[in-house]
């Protein structure tokens, strides 16, 4: 998995789509560029107003992604 989706509290209006995304090794990925990709593929409103690149995810005791961890992070960095 190198991709994770989150709701980002904007506190005032609900909440915007926001990615944690990890690249491949030696790849390069910008916000742009993946917007771009995604518009093709799915709606305006799917498509992801905050991505963060990341060299791994938060993990749980078990190894698996954290995704309340994740969306712990993307609240306090991009919601208002």
Same mark, same amino acid.
């Given at each position: 998995e190198n991709l994770v989706v989150k709701g980002v509290d904007t506190g005032k209006y609900g909440e915007i789509v926001g990615a944690m995304i990890m690249p491949e090794k030696g790849v390069t990925m910008t916000e742009e560029g993946?917007?771009?990709? @995604? #518009?093709? $593929? @799915?709606?305006?409103? =799917?498509? %992801?107003? *905050?991505? =963060?690149? *990341?060299? =791994?995810? %938060? #993990?749980?005791?078990?190894? $698996?992604?954290? +995704?309340? $961890?994740? $969306? =712990?992070?993307?609240?306090?960095?991009?919601? +208002?």
């Open positions: 993946t917007r771009y990709a @995604l #518009k093709d $593929k @799915l709606s305006k409103h =799917e498509i %992801p107003e *905050v991505i =963060e690149f *990341v060299t =791994e995810f %938060p #993990k749980t005791g078990s190894g $698996k992604i954290d +995704k309340i $961890k994740v $969306k =712990e992070i993307m609240d306090g960095r991009y919601g +208002k």
